[in-house]
């Protein structure tokens, strides 16, 4: 049988589509159709720095996740689905094992793009956690990456505390370029961890892609980033969590303190500046939440509207991913009041339509016509 569902979408512009096989099509004259219109839809949300091997830090830095655990990775992915997040980008682990997501059918997890291995300098990470890659070997680790696995990013550890010194760079901008150079060849897309200075200007000059965190990026790395359409995850809930974590007094709190200050003079201007903010998870926020930071993006001076074109079309927008399409998944989350009037919406989803399969059925769902051939 074939469906046909109508919907009103957050900009007030309705949609006709018909379902088959997982995927929108033209909608038909003929068989089931729906009415969805009293509600409000977007083509999912996006988490754009999520971690699918963890629900949080201590978990992530576990020592037996050298080999990942398929079956948790499955759970995480369906409390994806359950928080509406129909698109993610897992930003890597310690080991390439968590790839084998991309394997999993596509309606028992978002779509998925993903980094294997996060590729850091002895020291210039967790320990134990990344792939120990010194400067000199970092191109011919991206090549193997690149060549040897299923992984559609490249994430670099651009930066970290060393004791009694504070932050530095893990890689020179020559370095950052050569790998960006090398991924970019393959098709691939590089991700960057930065939270200290110099490093996303450095990140920005090479090419980078995304850039993660980004605190002490600079108006005219949002100018550069912009003009390129680069995307920046800057992860304010995660910042604000690890200020917690270190304390708000100790260098590390004060730093990033500075940093978050920096970022909420310069979010808006990145808008303007047609840079693709996105937003995740990243393990301080529970897996299908990355709602939560809705709020924290209009604290940090954007409207309710703008947080919710970051938190769902920007990031397909980003990727280059057609929504709502005939030809494109049948994927739908739908809300009872419009998000663009009230972010915090965006955390009560009440419809969830994934590879053309409700997930959570709408209350008041309105068949308004069904052919005699279907009866």
Same mark, same amino acid.
């Given at each position: ?8 979408? @957050? ?119 990344? @792939? ?57 897309? @590089? ?71 920096? @970022? ?112």
């Amino acid at each position: 049988m074939h469906t046909t569902i109508r919907l009103r979408l @957050v900009d007030g512009a309705e949609r006709r589509l018909g379902i088959a096989s997982e995927l929108y099509t033209a909608p038909s004259a003929i068989g089931t159709e729906v009415d969805l219109t009293h509600l409000w839809a977007v083509p999912g949300l996006v988490d754009a720095h999520g971690h699918l091997i963890a629900n949080n830090t201590p978990d992530m830095l576990a020592t037996d996740h050298d080999r990942a655990d398929t079956d948790t990775m499955c759970r995480y992915a369906q409390a994806q689905l359950d928080g509406g997040v129909l698109l993610m980008i897992d930003k890597g682990s310690k080991t390439d094992t968590t790839l084998a997501m991309l394997n999993i059918a596509p309606s028992e997890r978002p779509e998925l793009e993903m980094a294997g291995r996060i590729f850091a300098p002895a020291g210039g990470y967790f320990p134990h956690f990344p @792939v120990a890659v010194d400067e000199p070997d970092l191109e011919r680790s991206v090549t193997a990456a690149c060549t040897n696995t299923q992984a559609q990013w490249i994430k670099i550890v651009g930066d970290w505390p060393r004791r009694g010194i504070g932050p530095m760079p893990n890689y020179s901008e020559e370095a950052l370029a050569g790998a960006v150079a090398i991924a970019h060849g393959y098709g691939r897309r @590089v991700a960057i961890h930065t939270m200290a200075p110099d490093v996303p200007s450095m990140a920005v000059r090479a090419g980078v892609d995304s850039i993660e965190h980004g605190l002490f990026l600079t108006p005219s790395d949002i100018t550069a980033l912009g003009r390129r359409k680069g995307m920046w995850v800057p992860t304010i809930a995660a910042m604000e969590g690890i200020v917690d974590q270190l304390g708000p007094s100790s260098s590390g709190g004060r730093l990033i303190r500075r940093g978050l200050g920096n @970022v909420a003079g310069i979010l808006p201007a990145a808008i303007t500046a047609g840079v693709h903010v996105l937003a995740g998870t990243d393990i301080v926020l529970p897996h299908g939440r990355v709602a939560q930071e809705g709020p924290r993006l209009v604290e940090y001076g954007l409207t309710d509207s703008e947080a919710t074109d970051i938190l769902t079309a920007a990031g397909y927008r980003a990727l280059g991913r057609e929504v709502l399409v005939p030809g494109s998944s049948a994927d739908v989350t739908l809300f009872a009041h419009n998000p663009n009037n009230d972010v915090t919406q965006l955390q009560h989803p009440v419809g969830i339509l994934r590879r053309g399969e409700w997930r959570l059925v709408p209350d008041g769902l309105q068949v308004v016509r069904t052919s005699p051939t279907d009866r």
